[in-house]
Each structure stands twice: as structure tokens, then as C-alpha cells.
């Protein structure tokens, strides 16, 4: 059983570290990227899931098959990389699994290019637009302890009994 960090926790706010070339591909680093599936596939409403959520500050997200067309499978992303920001931004509706049940509005970019190694290590690039792009900066920001409520505006509490 994996538990997802809450806010406050101090992993949610430390500059995660980058994950040595050297580890890629050994049992340590495979375990950590179960357990973040894991983590993930345990969300009725989790896309994606970034490494400080289950309390390890190293560089890593997973984003979810659902929201990936053209991936039969959840992908990894390792030392992730920003390399294209669109200029045209959009306020978003947003929401995080270590905020429970927070939702705001948050101004990102509608294009977003992320470079990034696999789980052999091997480097791909890959662009996204609206939901694949905000959750290419979303879960990017958890890599540098940033949370989205630090951004959001109109943020609301909706527990899941209260939503519609
Ligand atoms: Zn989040």
C-alpha cells in the first residue's frame, strides 16, 4: 500500500534531485516507479503522479495511459525537462492528489514540449496540448516544491461528496 503525501508534507516542497544515469534500470529505482503506478492507478481521478508524492525527492513523474492517445501504456518520465512553453495561456481548472480536495484556476501554457529519459534510459521528446500540457507543468513544479494552490486563484474545497 502506497500512501500519497498531503499537503504540508516537507517532500512536497524540496527541489527534487536528479536521478543518476547509473540508477536507471536498477531495482531501486524500478521499485520507486512501481510504487508511484501504484500510488497512481489508486486514484479514480489521478493522470499523472510525480516521485516527492509518495515521499521520494528524486525527478521523476508517470503520467497515466487515460490521458495518453497514443501510449498503451503509463509513461515515465525521468530528469523531465521544460524545453517548449506555448506562448498562448489559458486559466485551467486544476486539482493535485496530495491536495485533497482542493480545485482552482491556474493560468498555463495550452503547448508544452517536455525532454525527458524512459525508464532504459533512453531520451525522448514529447509534446503535449491542453490537459497533456498542463500536466507536463503541473507535475513539473512538484519537481521544484511548487504546489499548484501557490498559483491558483478561486480555489475551492470539494470534497467528493459535495461535487456535482
Ligand atoms: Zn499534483
Given at each position: 500500500m502506497t500512501n500519497i503525501v498531503q499537503s504540508p508534507h516537507k517532500t512536497l516542497r524540496m527541489n527534487a534531485q536528479e536521478v543518476k544515469q547509473s540508477e536507471i534500470g536498477g531495482e531501486k529505482l524500478k521499485e520507486i516507479i512501481e510504487r508511484m503506478k501504484t500510488a497512481l492507478h489508486g486514484e479514480d481521478d489521478g493522470v499523472?503522479?510525480?516521485?516527492?508524492q509518495i515521499d521520494v525527492a528524486l525527478r521523476i513523474?508517470?503520467?497515466?495511459?487515460?490521458?495518453?492517445?497514443?501510449?498503451?501504456?503509463d509513461m515515465v518520465f525521468i530528469?523531465?525537462?521544460?524545453?517548449?512553453?506555448g506562448k498562448k495561456k489559458e486559466s485551467m481548472s486544476e486539482g493535485c492528489l496530495s491536495v485533497r480536495w482542493k480545485y482552482g484556476l491556474v493560468k498555463r501554457a495550452t503547448t508544452a514540449t517536455v525532454k525527458a529519459l524512459n525508464e532504459k534510459g533512453n531520451e525522448f521528446v514529447l509534446s503535449g496540448k491542453g490537459l497533456l500540457a498542463q500536466i507536463f507543468q503541473h507535475e513539473t513544479d512538484h519537481l521544484n516544491g511548487v504546489l499548484f494552490i501557490d498559483k491558483a486563484t478561486n480555489v475551492e474545497d470539494l470534497p467528493p461528496e459535495n461535487k456535482k
Open positions: 499523472a503522479i510525480a516521485a516527492p513523474f508517470v503520467v497515466s495511459k487515460k490521458v495518453l492517445p497514443k501510449s498503451p501504456e530528469n523531465p525537462v521544460i524545453t517548449k512553453l
